[in-house]
């Protein structure tokens, strides 16, 4: 292998490992693809599995009371998935994870990265940085919720999701911005009809 994997160029961004121990993650991995609206982790599954995004979109998901679901969140291509909270307490999922768009994937069992994590002071670092980016974002989407509108929200996914918002269903983006999908409708189109 080489250092133009996708694989390595993110975790290089991260600690500069050895490219030998690069060589032997990426190997371990294995290929998986899913269909549209297939699942990587169900809500309650036992055995966690981290995978590298080769091609696609995830959604973050959960099963509410009354039957409907609320998307929490979604990752894009050349990105790592896994319900993260549930694997770092060893827990059952308490997050779905499921393909909007058709995926391919790189998997390995979680239980590879925290032995890695235990391996080296490079890989403790990878896992350290990791979760600091994911307590930002999931501080960051709080806030939003508490100090933004749905129009200002919907405005901050625009410009984070860029032209792949064209991919995801109309009603996990309402979910995802904690709107109904008719006032999404609605607010797509008074922000169409504003000047400039």
């Not at 069992?109 to 600091?132: C, F, H, K, N, V």
């Not at 996914?157 to 109309?170: C, E, K, P, S």
Request: hydrophobic share 40%; glycine share 6%; aromatic share 10%.
């Amino acid at each position: 292998m080489n250092d133009a994997h996708p694989v390595a160029q993110f975790l290089r961004r991260l600690a500069p490992l050895p490219q030998d121990e690069l060589d032997r993650f990426i190997a371990a991995g294995r290929e998986r693809r899913l269909h549209a609206g297939e699942p990587f982790c169900t809500q309650g599954q036992q055995h966690h599995e981290i995978a590298f995004i080769r091609q696609g979109i995830v959604r973050y998901h959960v099963a509410l009371p009354n039957g409907e679901e609320a998307t929490k969140d979604f990752s894009f291509e050349g990105g790592f998935t896994v319900s993260f909270g549930s694997a770092t307490r060893g827990v059952p999922a308490q997050v779905a994870i499921s393909a909007v768009t058709p995926a391919e994937l790189l998997v390995w069992p979680w239980q590879t990265m925290t032995a890695l994590y235990e391996s080296s002071a490079l890989w403790q670092r990878i896992g350290r940085l990791a979760a600091e980016a994911l307590y930002v974002r999931k501080e960051q989407r709080e806030l939003s919720f508490l100090l933004q509108s749905a129009s200002q929200r919907y405005r901050e996914m625009h410009l984070r999701f860029g032209a792949q918002l064209d991919q995801i269903a109309q009603h996990q983006l309402a979910s995802y911005l904690g709107i109904r999908p008719q006032s999404l409708s609605r607010l797509k189109r008074r922000i169409a009809d504003e000047p400039g």
